[in-house]
């Protein structure tokens, strides 16, 4: 079994920043693919950011150009870097991974087998 931990949420202005981090367990790290989920009380849960065993990193276009997405196989730990956030960021933030690429043609993205707690990221207005 995979498990994932958030850390870093909590609250922020409006253009303000925050960092989140995931630490995984297992020897396969470097195998993971892995993405950030969010979900809005009352709304779908939605892909943010998904970066694979290589590093291709894709990104929701409502968070492109503003979170950068990374991973440090050494530490086995996932980031999301969230810059210029908004109002409508936020959410409950889950890191996710999964032995099989999460995005598949293209656009659609796949339900991982693995999911952190989640950590709240709220944006004031």
């Known amino acids: 079994q995979v498990v994932l931990m958030e850390s870093g949420g909590g609250s922020a202005a409006t253009r303000g920043s925050l960092t989140l981090s995931c630490a995984a367990s297992g020897d396969f790290f470097p195998r993971y693919y892995l993405a950030w989920f969010r979900q809005a009380p009352g709304k779908e849960r939605e892909g943010v950011a998904a970066?694979?065993?290589?590093?291709?990193?894709r990104y929701a276009d409502s968070v492109k150009g503003r979170f950068t997405i990374s991973r440090d196989n050494a530490k086995s730990t996932l980031y999301l870097q969230m810059n210029s956030l908004q109002p409508e960021d936020t959410a409950m933030y889950y890191c996710a991974a999964d032995f099989s690429p999460l995005i598949v043609d293209g656009r659609r993205w796949r339900t991982p087998a693995y999911w952190g707690q989640g950590t709240q990221v709220t944006v004031s207005s």
């Open positions: 970066i694979g065993n290589i590093y291709f990193t």
